[in-house]
């Protein structure tokens, strides 16, 4: 498929599900919202995680702030992103309490880092991805900004990907190098992820 065709199609599913969550019944993003944290919380992989990554919520993402204030009352090492000023890269930091939030790029929460600690070891730990969209082999459809894409390349952890139902299809355009997560997590069903071993697996 042209290079051209495919912008084209993932510009058209970020405004379609855009629009879904934006005309989402207050009380009912509420509702998915507290059943999809439930099922993150009952994830072995996320009980015997000692680190949590995870993105800090916009108003038309599933809310992650109850997952940030669970983890850190669990006692729970709580790491978020900062989106670097005039790239497309970010880095993560080691937050203790919402306090250690201020607005940054887009309007989001950012970890102040003047406040905590640099965190460059992505060996391990639980990592909740966010996405537009999901499909059913794990990948995800973001804002196009390849903030997390660049991010989970390097990341040797557990990915799950938190999304409503109403915001996932069966396939969605990929590239070669895009990394599925290893679970899927809407407030329907868990989607667990059997990738293809890559030992032998030659490269175009």
């Not at 065709?5 to 005309?23: C, D, G, P, S, V």
């Not at 204030?69 to 919402?98: H, N, W």
């Not at 607005?103 to 990592?127: I, Y």
């Not at 895009?178 to 059997?194: A, G, K, M, S």
């Amino acid at each position: 498929m042209p290079v051209k065709n495919i912008k084209e199609i993932k510009m058209q599913l970020r405004a379609r599900y855009r629009n879904i969550r934006e005309t989402m019944a207050p009380d009912e993003k509420e509702r998915q919202d507290a059943e999809i944290a439930r099922r993150v919380w009952g994830m072995r992989e996320y009980q015997k995680a000692q680190v949590l990554f995870t993105y800090v919520s916009k108003p038309i993402e599933v809310n992650t702030m109850p997952l940030i204030q669970k983890a850190l009352e669990q006692g729970k090492e709580v790491v978020v992103p900062r989106c670097v000023p005039g790239t497309f890269d970010m880095e993560f930091y080691r937050i203790t309490s919402e306090d250690d939030l201020e607005k940054g790029s887009f309007g989001v929460l950012e970890p102040v880092p003047e406040h905590c600690a640099l965190v460059t070891d992505f060996s391990s730990g639980f990592c909740i991805v966010p996405g537009l969209c999901f499909d059913s082999h794990g990948f995800r459809l973001g804002y196009g900004k390849g903030y997390y894409d660049r991010f989970l390349s390097s990341f040797s952890g557990y990915t799950a990907g938190i999304c409503y139902s109403s915001c996932t299809q069966w396939n969605l355009p990929h590239g070669y190098y895009d990394r599925p997560v290893d679970v899927l997590i809407t407030e329907r069903y868990y989607r667990r992820i059997h990738r293809e071993p890559e030992t032998g697996k030659k490269k175009d």
